[in-house]
């Protein structure tokens, strides 16, 4: 795992993001959702794993509801210790905008018998399927590379569980006003 194109796109002097040091939870793997209010807003999905964050940015945040096959776009991978970051990144960094956390929690396998390396080799097949537990989302989902597309292009797809919903989801339903209205102000000021 290398989080050498994570450093070389940001400068740490000016930003409080965490630096490049690879790491592992102690107990079971974490996962986190980032809403990421930048030049456009989206969440970013990062999923732990062999010390890194894997991490996919998703346009219109993730979904509950099975019918909802959400575009996530493979980005490069993230310390650990980004789970926790929130803020925001100053204007002339790549990234500027606000962030906040979504949801977090742990995740799982969804098949038997696989581990964190089974998972890796299920990531670079472009078929990953976990158990997510978190505070909002929760249940089974997949994460599927396009066929025939560039190595970065992915839907995460929610499976239809005990956690489903049939209505339309959206996330940014279930963020506070207070975190929405600094990144409208954050984008009003930089535009």
Do not use: C
């Amino acid at each position: 795992m290398s989080l050498k194109k994570y450093s070389e796109k940001r400068n740490f002097e000016e930003t409080s993001e965490p630096k490049a040091e690879i790491k592992k939870s102690t107990k079971k793997l974490r996962f986190v959702v980032q809403r990421h209010h930048a030049s456009r807003l989206h969440y970013d999905f990062r999923l732990e794993m062999d010390g890194v964050l894997k991490s996919w940015a998703i346009p219109k945040g993730p979904s509950l509801n099975p019918s909802d096959k959400r575009l996530a776009m493979m980005v490069e991978d993230h310390p650990y210790d980004y789970r926790t970051f929130e803020g925001t990144i100053p204007e002339g960094n790549y990234g500027a905008g606000t962030v906040s956390v979504f949801d977090e929690g742990t995740y799982e396998p969804l098949r038997e018998n696989v581990d964190e390396k089974g998972l890796l080799k299920e990531l670079k097949q472009g078929d990953l399927k976990f158990i997510l537990h978190g505070n909002i989302l929760k249940g089974e989902f997949a994460l599927v590379r396009f066929k025939n597309a560039e190595d970065n292009s992915w839907l995460l797809i929610k499976h239809k569980d005990d956690h489903a919903v049939t209505q339309k989801f959206d996330s940014e339903n279930l963020v506070p006003e207070a975190i929405k209205k600094k990144g409208i102000e954050w984008k009003k000021a930089h535009q």
